[in-house]
């Protein structure tokens, strides 16, 4: 759709074959990225350096059953290189209502080291994110992109996510989502200042967003922090006793995996358990905020990222 479309992406082909596949590496050369095609969980992506690590990620996924379904096509991909951003728009099929940016942190480890997770972490404003690049956006990918699906007869409404690549040629799709990103979300709403019901329920109604208000945001920053349990993003040990801090104003806590005992006590329940989003002036912060909140969460084999916005921070030094 995106050829069709004349969408910016990377290069990229499906393989069930693993000898085809491993060619297919070889001839876009490292680093390369090998992708389960299917659901993962946000960690059916391989950023391969070298060849040997491509051609060890398609034994795994055609051969092996790490990924199980997901598995068993890959697809071999050119290496994209630049920061990635998420960029939401609300959409009727034709006009959209865009977000600003938000950056997700998808590696486990801090300084972006690790496996890949479904994200431990986001902040919005992102300044690399100019007036210039939301333009290319909206008009380079989602309009394209919503013309094609209703020329295809599937006209999309609701929420688009566009994961973008900011390459040197402009930005390029990374990956769709039809649905809002987790934990940007989390970072980007807090700093709405306009309605997020009313185009969700134009849109649900049929209306057209032609002559909508643009989105409005509140100035200051957001920062998420991400409370993983032990093990994540491997196996983990559900069912460990929560110890929430004080609520703190300026700090939201949105629970994920976590659920009730049955003595009522708050206990983990799956990979990713509490988003913590603190707002601040800067991101500066808003980091400082949502860590040391972070910080003051207790369970058993918690693990977090003390890092979050750790590229925007590296840009206000370099420019101060
Ligand atoms: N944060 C990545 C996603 O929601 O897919």
């Given amino acids: 759709l995106m050829l069709v479309a004349g969408?910016?992406?990377?290069?990229?082909?499906?393989?069930?074959?693993?000898?085809?596949?491993?060619?297919?590496?070889?001839?876009?050369?490292?680093?390369?990225?090998?992708?389960?095609?299917?659901?993962?969980?946000?960690?059916?992506?391989?950023?391969?350096?070298?060849?040997?690590?491509?051609?060890?990620?398609?034994?795994?996924?055609?051969?092996?059953?790490?990924?199980g379904d997901a598995g068993h096509e890959v697809l071999v991909e050119e290496h994209m290189s630049g920061e990635e951003i998420s960029v939401f728009a609300l959409t009727d099929g034709t006009h959209v209502l865009p977000m600003i940016a938000a950056q997700d942190h998808k590696r486990i480890g801090e300084h972006d080291t690790g496996p890949n997770t479904g994200g431990m972490g986001a902040y919005a404003p992102v300044s690399i994110a100019t007036d210039a690049i939301a333009d290319a956006a909206v008009e380079g990918v989602f309009l394209p992109t919503l013309k094609a699906m209703r020329d295809a007869g599937s006209a999309f409404t609701g929420l688009l996510y566009a994961g973008l690549m900011l390459t040197n040629a402009g930005p390029m799709v990374v990956e769709f989502n039809c649905r809002f990103g987790d934990p940007e979300t989390e970072a980007l709403l807090p700093l709405m200042a306009s309605s997020l019901l009313d185009p969700m329920l134009a849109i649900a109604a049929g209306e057209s967003l032609a002559g909508a208000s643009p989105l409005r945001w509140?100035?200051?920053?957001?920062?998420?922090?991400?409370?993983?349990?032990?093990?994540?993003?491997?196996?983990?040990?559900?069912?460990?006793?929560?110890?929430?801090?004080?609520?703190?104003?300026?700090?939201?806590?949105?629970?994920?995996?976590?659920?009730?005992?049955?003595?009522?006590?708050?206990?983990?329940?799956?990979?990713?358990v509490l988003a913590i989003t603190a707002l601040g002036a800067t991101i500066a912060e808003a980091q400082c905020r949502s860590t040391s909140h972070a910080e003051r969460v207790q369970f058993a084999g918690r693990q977090f990222r003390r890092d979050i916005g750790w590229r925007e921070l590296a840009r206000g030094a370099r420019t101060s």
């Fill in 7 to 67: 969408v910016p992406t990377a290069s990229a082909r499906t393989f069930t074959d693993p000898v085809a596949a491993k060619a297919e590496a070889r001839r876009l050369g490292a680093p390369v990225v090998v992708k389960a095609s299917g659901l993962a969980a946000g960690k059916g992506v391989i950023i391969a350096a070298t060849l040997g690590e491509a051609e060890n990620a398609i034994r795994q996924m055609l051969e092996g059953n790490a990924f």
């Fill in 218 to 272: 509140h100035g200051g920053a957001a920062v998420t922090t991400v409370v993983a349990a032990g093990g994540y993003p491997g196996a983990v040990k559900s069912g460990e006793p929560i110890a929430l801090p004080a609520t703190e104003p300026g700090v939201i806590v949105f629970h994920s995996g976590t659920r009730r005992s049955a003595s009522g006590a708050l206990v983990t329940a799956g990979g990713r």
